[in-house]
C-alpha cells in the first residue's frame, strides 16, 4: 500500500465496464486500461507540500509504539521527489523517493544522517546527496523505521509493474470503484506478487488495497481513514495498514494544521 503518496490525490481514469476480450499490441481491453489507470495515479502533484504526523505501531504481540513522521513533496518541471523522515530509537530514519515520467523509481533509505533533508527544489542534489544510501530491488520490501509500510508502499511501486489490469467495478466502502490488479512475473521472496486497489471514481482515491505475498496469500490489508474535503480538495486524514500474517497494524495520523 502502498500508500503515503495518495494523500495527495490522483485523478482517476473513468473506463467502460465488462472489458472486452479484444486486443491491442497483444493486450486486452482490460490491460490497456489497467495501464492507463496506473499511470493516471502516478502523475506528477501539482506543487510542494508537507504534512506532519504519527506513526502508531502495534507489533504483533501487542506492544505499541509511536513516532513523528514528516512527509515532504518536492516538485519540478519534470518529475518530483517525496521524503519522509522519521525519529525512532534516537535515530533519524530518512527515505527519499524520485519519480520520473520515463524510468523507474529511484530510493534512498538511511538513517542518522547528517542533518534532517530541507524542502529543496533540486531533485538530483538530493540524488547526490544520498546516492551512498540507494536500494532497489528486494530491499524495497522492507519496513520504513519499523512500521507495516515497507519502502515499496511510499513509493506506490506496484503501479510501475509490468502487469496492470482493471478486474471489475465494485462498489465498496460507500464508493464506485475500479479494480486494478497489479502484478510483477518474478516476485522477491519476501514481497508482493499480487496488490489489488479498490480507485473511487469520483475523487480518484485508493478506497483499500490488498497485497497477496509470493505464494498469493493474503499478507497486508490498507485503508485510508478520515478522507474530507479541504477548501475543494479530498484530504486523507489518517491511513491503516494491517499484515494479517503478524498480526502487527500501524495508523498514520496526519496533523490537519499541516499544509
Same mark, same amino acid.
Given at each position: 500500500?502502498? *500508500?503515503?503518496?495518495?494523500?495527495?490525490?490522483?485523478?482517476?481514469?473513468?473506463?467502460?465496464?465488462?472489458?472486452?476480450?479484444?486486443?491491442?499490441?497483444g493486450l486486452s481491453d482490460?490491460?490497456?486500461?489497467?495501464?492507463? =489507470?496506473?499511470?493516471?495515479? =502516478?502523475?506528477?502533484?501539482?506543487?510542494?507540500s508537507t504534512k506532519t504526523?504519527?506513526?502508531?505501531?502495534?507489533?504483533?504481540?501487542?506492544?505499541?509504539?509511536?513516532?513523528?513522521?514528516?512527509?515532504?513533496?518536492?516538485?519540478?518541471?519534470?518529475?518530483?521527489?517525496?521524503?519522509?523522515?522519521?525519529?525512532?530509537?534516537?535515530?533519524?530514519?530518512? =527515505?527519499?523517493?524520485?519519480?520520473?515520467?520515463?524510468?523507474?523509481?529511484?530510493?534512498?533509505?538511511?538513517?542518522?544522517? /547528517?542533518?534532517?533533508? *530541507?524542502?529543496?527544489?533540486?531533485?538530483?542534489?538530493?540524488?547526490?546527496?544520498?546516492?551512498?544510501?540507494?536500494?532497489?530491488?528486494?530491499?524495497?520490501?522492507? *519496513?520504513?523505521?519499523?512500521?507495516?509500510?515497507?519502502?515499496?508502499? $511510499?513509493?506506490?511501486?506496484?503501479?510501475?509493474?509490468?502487469?496492470?489490469? %482493471? $478486474?471489475?467495478?465494485?462498489?465498496?466502502?460507500?464508493?464506485?470503484?475500479?479494480?486494478?490488479?497489479?502484478? %510483477?512475473?518474478?516476485? /522477491?521472496?519476501?514481497?508482493?506478487?499480487?496488490?489489488?486497489?479498490?480507485?473511487?471514481?469520483?475523487?480518484?482515491?485508493?478506497?483499500?488495497?490488498?497485497?497477496?505475498?509470493?505464494?498469493?496469500?493474503? =499478507?497486508?490489508?490498507?485503508?485510508?481513514?478520515?478522507?474530507?474535503?479541504?477548501?475543494?480538495?479530498?484530504?486523507?486524514?489518517?491511513?491503516?495498514?494491517?499484515?494479517?500474517?503478524?498480526?502487527?497494524?500501524?495508523?498514520?495520523?496526519?496533523?490537519?494544521?499541516?499544509?
Amino acid at each position: 500500500m502502498v *500508500p503515503v503518496a495518495i494523500a495527495f490525490g490522483a485523478a482517476v481514469l473513468l473506463f467502460a465496464s465488462g472489458a472486452k476480450a479484444q486486443t491491442t499490441n497483444g493486450l486486452s481491453d482490460a490491460e490497456i486500461q489497467g495501464r492507463q =489507470l496506473a499511470q493516471q495515479l =502516478l502523475e506528477r502533484p501539482v506543487e510542494n507540500s508537507t504534512k506532519t504526523g504519527i506513526l502508531q505501531i502495534r507489533d504483533g504481540k501487542g506492544g505499541r509504539t509511536e513516532v513523528p513522521v514528516k512527509c515532504q513533496v518536492i516538485v519540478t518541471a519534470t518529475n518530483w521527489a517525496s521524503v519522509y523522515e522519521t525519529g525512532i530509537s534516537n535515530q533519524l530514519v530518512t =527515505l527519499l523517493v524520485i519519480h520520473c515520467p520515463d524510468r523507474s523509481n529511484e530510493y534512498f533509505y538511511q538513517t542518522n544522517p /547528517a542533518k534532517p533533508v *530541507p524542502l529543496l527544489g533540486d531533485i538530483p542534489y538530493l540524488g547526490h546527496l544520498f546516492r551512498s544510501a540507494q536500494v532497489s530491488g528486494a530491499e524495497l520490501m522492507t *519496513p520504513f523505521a519499523g512500521s507495516d509500510f515497507w519502502i515499496a508502499d $511510499l513509493g506506490l511501486e506496484f503501479f510501475h509493474w509490468p502487469g496492470q489490469k %482493471i $478486474l471489475k467495478k465494485e462498489f465498496r466502502r460507500n464508493c464506485s470503484c475500479a479494480v486494478l490488479e497489479s502484478t %510483477i512475473p518474478d516476485p /522477491a521472496t519476501n514481497g508482493y506478487s499480487r496488490v489489488d486497489s479498490w480507485i473511487d471514481e469520483a475523487s480518484g482515491g485508493i478506497v483499500m488495497a490488498n497485497a497477496y505475498d509470493a505464494q498469493d496469500r493474503l =499478507l497486508k490489508e490498507f485503508y485510508p481513514k478520515d478522507v474530507k474535503k479541504v477548501n475543494g480538495q479530498w484530504q486523507v486524514e489518517s491511513m491503516e495498514i494491517d499484515n494479517v500474517q503478524t498480526g502487527s497494524r500501524t495508523r498514520l495520523e496526519f496533523d490537519p494544521k499541516s499544509r
